[in-house]
């Protein structure tokens, strides 16, 4: 949705996922995060901005006119994960990716009982407390149609 939206309206687009990870599977300390986050803000008067870090989500908010929150449940995401293309922009090769996915599938499937920053609990919080236009997306056929 985020990457048709973005190419729908010639606008940028940032997957939190490339400001968020170093090599491997570390997770880049927040502060760095943030000012890449940041320099992304202050060089683009428009944008789509897409990923599940509350964390970053929360410092975006403020410059925020619209919110979606696609939460189509586990079984939908775990579906998608088993039908990823290879993202070359993540991985080194198909294989790589591949040898990530009962990792991935593990994670996806904590979603709802997780307290960090990419469970539900913060992304309903995040959800709830914005007061700008939004839109919980709970299908498929919903985010696809708008």
Request: glycine share 4%; with cysteine.
């Amino acid at each position: 949705m985020a990457r048709q939206l973005a190419r729908s309206q010639s606008i940028p687009w940032l997957s939190l996922d490339e400001i968020t990870w170093a090599e491997g599977a570390e997770r880049l300390p927040l502060e760095e995060s943030a000012q890449a986050l940041r320099a992304f803000l202050d060089s683009n008067e428009r944008w789509v901005i897409e990923g599940c870090y509350s964390d970053l989500i929360e410092l975006a908010l403020p410059f925020c006119d619209e919110l979606r929150f696609l939460n189509p449940g586990i079984e939908v995401c775990v579906a998608h994960c088993l039908k990823r293309p290879w993202e070359p922009e993540k991985f080194s090769s198909e294989k790589e990716q591949k040898e990530t996915l009962a990792n991935l599938i593990a994670w996806v499937q904590e979603y709802e009982t997780r307290a960090d920053e990419c469970g539900l609990k913060r992304h309903r919080r995040l959800f709830e407390s914005f007061s700008g236009k939004k839109r919980e997306y709970k299908s498929i056929d919903e985010y696809i149609e708008g």
